[in-house]
T-cell receptor, first 112, second 113 residues
Framework: LAKTTQPISMDSYEGQEVNITCSHN???????ITWYQQFPSQGPRFIIQ???TKVTNEVASLFIPADRKSSTLSLPRVSLSDTAVYYC?????????????FGTGTRLLVSP | DTGVSQNPRHKITKRGQNVTFRCDPI?????LYWYRQTLGQGPEFLTY????????KSRLLSDRFSAERPKGSFSTLEIQRTEQGDSAMYLC???????????FGEGSRLTVL
């Protein structure tokens, strides 16, 4: 499984756009990138998943360059409730067993 | 609520005692996972079931740990002769066969005194 590297922490203010970049230099052809969000005392929650270019949903956008060695999670206009830990993971693109390997994630703190 | 359900949410026990956690996955999900998370760290994979078959176990899962998923529905994780190092949040997740997306429960927090 490809190892991911992301910043340990980030700070932002309400209303700003937050971009969290993750590097995954050893990503394999069959791997896709997925991001999870975790609040204290809760299990992680799926945010977004992508393979290449750009993916957007109601919560976030995911930008993946052509070489796929990195990805950027973009959270538009964050609010205080976006304060959480964000995990970047890579996993094999199939519908079978997914042994997701979590790192320590990026702790995002949104201030008023 | 049709999410992943775990109980108990909190368990305090004395060292040497046995504890059991239960996970009820989303009904149409045939894959079930157990993870363990300690403070400040990301979740660590423990084991995985596809239906009732336990297909992979982490080296983190010592002989004191055992997981079952009878009939491919709910799952239990038992820890025998608990140690203080077992104190952690135990997370269960299930995944849809089509998308593979993991849905986590809220976890069972274990404190071993």
């Amino acid at each position: 499984l490809a190892k991911t590297t992301q910043p340990i922490s980030m700070d932002s203010y309400e209303g700003q756009e937050v971009n969290i970049t993750c590097s995954h230099n050893n990503i394999a052809t069959n791997d896709y990138i997925t991001w999870y969000q975790q609040f204290p005392s809760q299990g992680p929650r799926f945010i977004i998943q992508g393979y290449k270019t750009k993916v957007t949903n109601e919560v976030a956008s995911l930008f993946i360059p052509a070489d796929r060695k990195s990805s950027t999670l973009s959270l538009p206009r964050v609010s205080l409730s976006d304060t959480a830990v964000y995990y970047c993971l890579v996993a094999t693109m199939n519908t079978g067993f997914q042994k997701l390997v979590f790192g320590t994630g990026t702790r995002l703190l949104v201030s008023p | 609520d049709t999410g992943v359900s775990q109980n108990p949410r909190h368990k305090i026990t004395k060292r040497g005692q046995n504890v059991t956690f239960r996970c009820d996955p989303i009904s149409e999900h045939n894959r079930l996972y157990w993870y363990r998370q300690t403070l400040g760290q990301g979740p660590e994979f423990l084991t995985y079931f596809q239906n009732e078959a336990q297909l992979e176990k982490s080296r983190l899962l010592s002989d004191r740990f055992s997981a079952e998923r009878p009939k491919g529905s709910f799952s239990t994780l038992e820890i025998q002769r608990t140690e203080q190092g077992d104190s952690a949040m135990y997370l269960c997740a299930s995944s849809h066969p089509a998308t593979g997306e993991l849905f986590f429960g809220e976890g069972s927090r274990l404190t071993v005194l």
